[in-house]
Structure formats: structure tokens, C-alpha cells
């Protein structure tokens, strides 16, 4: 079933990242309307027997806000674990493996390349690191993510922060810059936006 609706979100995807080219004359409303299908993918007729329409609607469904700019193409492999807050902008090439939950806060903005993977494998010696580790992501109003960022599972960006490329989780109102990453105080920032 998950390979079903895998190809259902990848032809979603496919159609909202084709509906760009401005010779095909999709209005703005169009572009809203096929996104919204990513993350709200209509039920699979004759899949589910024994689970009603409704039930399996409300439990998976992703959501977006208002004033949100996705910037094609983007990529997702369910799109109904992605939630998106108000006052959102995703750059080109953003990738989103959600094999779990994925939240996007408001006012948050995610420049081109942006990654978010929810899989990986655990890396725990006492457990022999090979075993599959599935986590949510989950990024909190008013951050900024940099070019080609990579977000893995389990990781919480905090309210206000911006991430440079190759950082990771930081705390509120910081920046963190470098690999390893090391968080800065926007104080000290010299950056201009």
C-alpha cells in the first residue's frame, strides 16, 4: 500500500512541478489547488477495504497555511505527513523524505536545496547500528535555512534560529555556522538579510 501511495503523491508532485512552465497557462489558483493534492492526496478507491473514507482522511492529511510560495520543483514521498504553517517560502529543489511527520512553522523560510529526511539508520553501537531509525522533524516559527541544508530525523530547529548550510539542531534565537556546526549569537552575526 505504501508503494501505492507513494506513486499517487509522485504524480501529484509531478503535475504541480509541471504546472511552472508558463506556456501551459495554469492561473495561480491551479498551482495552489495541485499543491494542496500533494499533501492532501484524495483516498484510493478499491485499496482500503474496511477502513471508511472518512477515517482515513482525517488521520492522513498534511496541511499548508496562508501566503506560503513553494517554488518548483519540489519533491516529497507522501506529502500527507507534511505540514506547513503561514507565512512560508520554499525555495526551488527542496526535497522532503517523510516517512514521518514533517512541520514547517510560520514566517519560516527555506532556501534552494533544503533537505528534511525522517529515515536513516541508527547509529547505536549496543544495538548493532543497523537497525532503521524513523523520526519526525519538526521546524519552529521565524527560522531560516540556508542553501542545500540537510535537516535528519529527529531533530527540532528552534523558534527564531538560522541554520548556515551543514548546521544542525540549535537552540532559540541562535545561528549555527560550520561543520561541526557551532552556534553564534545573532549578536555577533555580521550577515545582512
Known amino acids: ?4 501511495e507513494r506513486d ?12 511552472a512552465n508558463p506556456h501551459l497557462g495554469f492561473s ?8 494542496t493534492r500533494i499533501l492532501c492526496p484524495k483516498p484510493i478507491a478499491g485499496i482500503l477495504s474496511g477502513i471508511s473514507e472518512l477515517d482515513r482522511c482525517s488521520s492522513q492529511q498534511g ?3 496562508y501566503n506560503v510560495s513553494i517554488q518548483p ?26 516517512t514521518r511527520k514533517v512541520v514547517i512553522g510560520n514566517d519560516v ?13 541508527d547509529m547505536d553501537p ?6 532503521m531509525k524513523n523520526a519526525s522533524i519538526i521546524i519552529v516559527d521565524g527560522s531560516w535555512l540556508g542553501n542545500n541544508d540537510i535537516v535528519l530525523s529527529d531533530v527540532r530547529i528552534g ?9 544542525v539542531s540549535v537552540p532559540p534565537y541562535s545561528m549555527a555556522v560550520g561543520n561541526p556546526a557551532k552556534v553564534i549569537s545573532l549578536e555577533n552575526c555580521a550577515w545582512e538579510t
Do not use: M
Open 159 to 167: 523558534r527564531g534560529s538560522s541554520i548556515a548550510p551543514g548546521a
Open 73 to 98: 520543483p519540489f519533491h516529497c514521498e507522501y506529502g500527507y505527513n507534511i505540514s506547513i504553517g503561514s507565512n512560508v517560502v520554499v525555495g526551488p529543489y527542496c526535497r522532503i523524505v517523510d
Open 126 to 131: 549496543h544495538r548493532g547500528g543497523n537497525d
Open 8 to 19: 499517487q503523491c509522485s504524480l501529484a508532485v509531478w503535475n504541480f512541478n509541471n504546472a
Open 63 to 65: 496541511s499548508v497555511g
Open 1 to 4: 500500500f505504501l508503494a501505492v
Open 109 to 121: 523560510v527555506l532556501s534552494s536545496g533544503v533537505s528534511f529526511v525522517c529515515t536513516g539508520r
Open 28 to 35: 495561480f489558483k491551479d498551482k495552489v489547488d495541485l499543491f
